[in-house]
């Protein structure tokens, strides 16, 4: 029986992919401070003999060191995501040092890592779509809106310098907006959850800019599907990947799908919020788009669920739990 | 007079800004741990009761906040660069948790920052010239030659962050190739100090690619320069500064124009590498310029010393050092 360890276990990604393991006959270990994670998104997995749950910090290098014993794979998704004045210095911290961590428990325990990475990389890159192969285009330094996006730059070449340093085998995994069951109803979990709880209430709907700026979208099922591909195939490691959709859909429209997705009627009243409100020089990406022909073709990823079966999904899921 | 701590001191940039802020009535602590530093860069200001010299790593956190504590402002210059060998590891490491330590100090102690930090920072960014609001085109994680730029990219952003989150207060230079007396004697120091170094030995120069690739060079002089006036200015903090010269010059014009001037009107010799030749995956810039209006605007700043000029310098300089290592042999 293989055993995978999963940072960031009880987040939303982290848990389905928990339970997708598990169904495949591995162990997990899944470890999440529980600052952004939910136990609950674990309930249906600590059941089971063959998972383990530490509510434990990823910046705790030593723990981790000791619970990779017996570990074949690393996959880590412990991030921070969503910088706002006052705790961006945490957001870098955290993603740098915790990749740093994981590794070097990697090196040590002579495992392979998968490292949960962002479609956001590729930044105000204006040739679309992108590739793995595209260039990653950063703004101004100055502003926090590129903590996040600076900060996995920075880790995806720090994976690829212990691969070559210490034959850490390495994938690197690019998401597009993820969304699903058990996503988070927050920003955090992406402009979908805080639109389907506003249309729940029939209240209005928050929009970042003029909300003409275009998204891809992946239900959560593909995005595991991608992921337990990339666990069984060892002849990819090394390899960059997009993990998205052929789903691209403006966000304004997105809005209103979800609005009669639920059952309202007419139109939602949108509320407009300025980049300037978000953060001090903000900076949109007006289209992002990402080429999965590499997942398609050595992965033999194709995603299965359209926006609006998955957006259903996604909607029930939050009237059952709301 | 201030209490600067220069990290890298005893590089090619630091040991110039040393004598440069001695003479100008400061008082120096240079830190170095000396992996690509010399102790005889420093040759000029040790001894002298303004300067004291100190070997030790960046990333020691007990040791830097000992000698920032007792400093008015911290210069960064103690970088790993050229990761095109292999090292991104280190270059990295280095470079991300030394300036990160260098601005937990200075929140710790109230001293003022001073980050350098380089043009390759745009990349492979195709709009010219480049401007500090320019964009930063950095490409794929499989390529290590990017693992430069972007430990300074998370270096910057680092800078901002602490000075939005936690008062501190910064500057970050970014430097366009600098050559002179000094500069590191490999591909480290860039291809000037390569070409030179073939051209007194009369041995064909190695140019990497077609030889295209343009770039502009800024003699030493003036990168110190603008360093102290960055340092000297108020207006300076919390701003991101070109220092550069904006005169370009394709690298194979740059080989031919050593040549001429070490070996007069003899054919050059000239040796093409292709990227392929490099370990590992290459991506090459094809040009880069700055725009330096806002050194000038904000400091003053000119850089002076023309290419012709600052290249008979530096062959001069390393004539000499070409000849002392052969009298030793």
Known sequence: MKTALITGGAGFLGSHLSHALIEKGFKVISVDDLSHGNIENISDSLSSPCFEFYQRDVL??????????????????????????????????????GTENVLEVAKERKISVIFGSTDDVYGKNPELPFSEESALVVGNSSSIRWSDAISKIYCEQLCFAYQEAYQVPINILRFSIIYGPRQRKDWWGGPQGVFIERALKREPIPIHGDGLQVRNFVYVSDVVEGILRVIEKEEIRGEVFNIGSPDQIRILDLAYQIWSLVGNSGKPEIEFIAYSDLCKDYEDVRVRDVDLTKAKYLLGYTPKIGIEEGLRGTIDWFRRNG | MRNILVTGAAGFIGSHLSEGLIRRGHQVIGLDNLSYGLLQNLSSVVGDPRFEFVHGDVRDSGLLLGLGSRADAIVHLAAYKIPRYGNALETLDVNAKGIENVLKISEKVGCQVLFASTSDIYGKNPNLPYGENSDFYMGSPQIQRWSYAISKMLGEHLCYLYSKERGVRMTILRYFGSYGPRQNLTWWGGPQSIFIDCALKKRPMPIHGDGLQRRSFTYIQDTTEGTLLALEREEAIGRTINIGNIEEI??????????????????????????RQF???????????????LAKDLLGFIPRTSIDEGLIRTIEWQRGIVESLERVR
């Open chain 2, 279 to 293: 370990p590992g995956r290459y991506e090459d810039v094809r040009r880069r310029v700055p725009d330096v209006h």
């Open chain 1, 60 to 97: 705790d290098k030593k723990f981790l060191m000791e619970i990779s014993r017996e570990v074949d794979i690393l996959v880590h998704f412990a991030t921070y995501k969503i910088p706002r004045e006052g705790n961006s210095l945490k957001t870098v911290e955290v993603n740098t040092r």
């Open chain 2, 250 to 275: 394709s690298i194979l014009e740059l080989g031919k124009k050593i040549w001429k001037f070490v070996l007069g009107s003899e054919e050059p010799q000239i040796e093409f590498i292709p990227y």
